[in-house]
């Protein structure tokens, strides 16, 4: 793209953060912090990589974005049910009597269902099995259809919680691929959390570095290099300088 074009565009956050506290349990005997004082937003395009120590409080943040906990204090701009998220967790959780294309479908609403899916199921390498159920699918394979589902909904925003961990090299890095095209084909935005270090300095834009519990924000890194241009000798030294610089988040 280039300058001129991409002065055209609009810059504003698809999502901006504010949590200023998140307890559970309060009032109790013994409540537990969460979040504090975390704040942090997602551009237009942008891949946002937020990497913490376990326990950190990345789930209870999730929730929050996803709009599953209303019970903090702070703000997450636009609202949930407004700002077009969809998310890809962890597990596929696909229906198993279903097959592939129906589970893509069922996230659609009912008016759009018959819409015309086939370049979907072409760029993530699905259309062959469109018409089999989820017990003839690898994992890997699972998770491009859990990425499909919630591609099709044509997201602003796409929450990503460690979507390729267990999977072999080849499948990691092929799914790495279809999340980056999808980006700057579409220019949906992705917010991904992994403990991957090496595997979010190759794709993002910038990575949020949070705290033990209660988590905030310790830094944010940006990630200026274009991403052809990071041969894996320049992934390892910058890898190695995050974890001398944040040694409780990064280990060595």
Wanted: with cysteine; aromatic share 4%.
């Amino acid at each position: 793209m280039s300058d001129a074009g991409a002065e055209g565009l609009d810059r504003s956050p698809v999502l901006s953060v504010a949590i200023r506290r998140k307890v559970y349990g309060a009032g109790g005997p013994e409540p537990v912090e969460a979040v504090r004082d975390l704040a942090f937003s997602v551009a237009p395009a942008e891949i946002a990589c937020l990497i913490g120590p376990s326990g950190a409080g990345k789930t209870t943040t999730l929730r929050i974005l996803l709009g599953l906990d209303a019970d903090y204090e702070g703000s997450v701009t636009p609202d949930p049910d407004d700002a077009g998220i969809a998310m890809v967790f962890q597990e596929p959780r696909l229906l198993p009597w279903r097959t592939v294309e129906q589970n893509v479908r069922l996230a659609l609403p009912r008016a759009q269902r018959g819409r015309n899916l086939d370049s979907l199921f072409d760029s993530l390498g699905l259309a062959p099995w469109r018409g089999r159920f989820p017990r003839a699918l690898s994992l890997g394979m699972a998770r491009r259809v859990s990425l499909a589902r919630a591609l099709a909904q044509e997201p602003r925003l796409l929450i990503l919680d460690e979507p390729f961990v267990s999977l072999d090299d080849a499948s990691a890095a092929a799914l790495r691929s279809i999340v980056v095209d999808c980006v700057d084909s579409t220019r949906t935005s992705v917010l991904m959390v992994t403990h991957n270090v090496v595997e979010t300095i190759e794709m993002a834009d910038r990575l949020l570095l949070l705290s033990g519990r209660p988590a905030s924000l310790v830094a944010t890194i940006p990630l200026d290099r274009p991403r052809v241009e990071r041969p894996r000798s320049w992934i390892d030294a910058m890898r190695s300088d995050l974890a001398i610089r944040y040694p409780q988040i990064i280990a060595a």
